[in-house]
């Protein structure tokens, strides 16, 4: 019932630039945290950022200062500006959404988009 499609992904060379989006639709609550995971081979799932609905914003310590979390609530649509990207950034970034009230449950993940950083 939830659907999180995601785009932006793609090729890009260290400190260059690239914007991620995600567009939840669906039965989805009006109030939601939605996020940005990446999960490189081999390594865990991590978290990047995430956003509540009032726009409080958390950021991994490896993408402060480099990375940005946006949304557009009417648009149902969250956005990751990705600035001096590094070859260490290279992952599959999903995005992900929990629904209000019941946040502690798992939500929901999107496909994933492929984000690679050449040196």
């Known amino acids: 019932q939830v659907q999180l499609v995601e785009s932006g992904g793609g090729l890009v060379q260290a400190g260059g630039s690239l914007r991620l989006s995600c567009v939840a639709s669906g039965s989805i609550s009006r109030v939601n945290v939605m996020g940005w995971y990446r999960q490189a081979p081999g390594k865990q799932r991590e978290l990047v950022a995430n956003?509540?609905?009032?726009?409080?914003?958390n950021y991994a310590d490896s993408v402060k200062g480099r990375f940005t979390i946006s949304a557009d609530n009417a648009k149902n649509t969250v956005y990751l500006q990705m600035n001096s990207l590094k070859p260490e950034d290279t992952a599959v970034y999903y995005c992900?959404?929990?629904?209000?009230?019941?946040?502690?449950?798992?939500?929901?993940w999107g496909q994933g988009t492929q984000v690679t950083v050449s040196s």
């Open positions: 992900n959404l929990r629904r209000g009230p019941a946040f502690y449950l798992p939500g929901y």
């Open positions: 956003i509540t609905p009032g726009g409080s914003t």
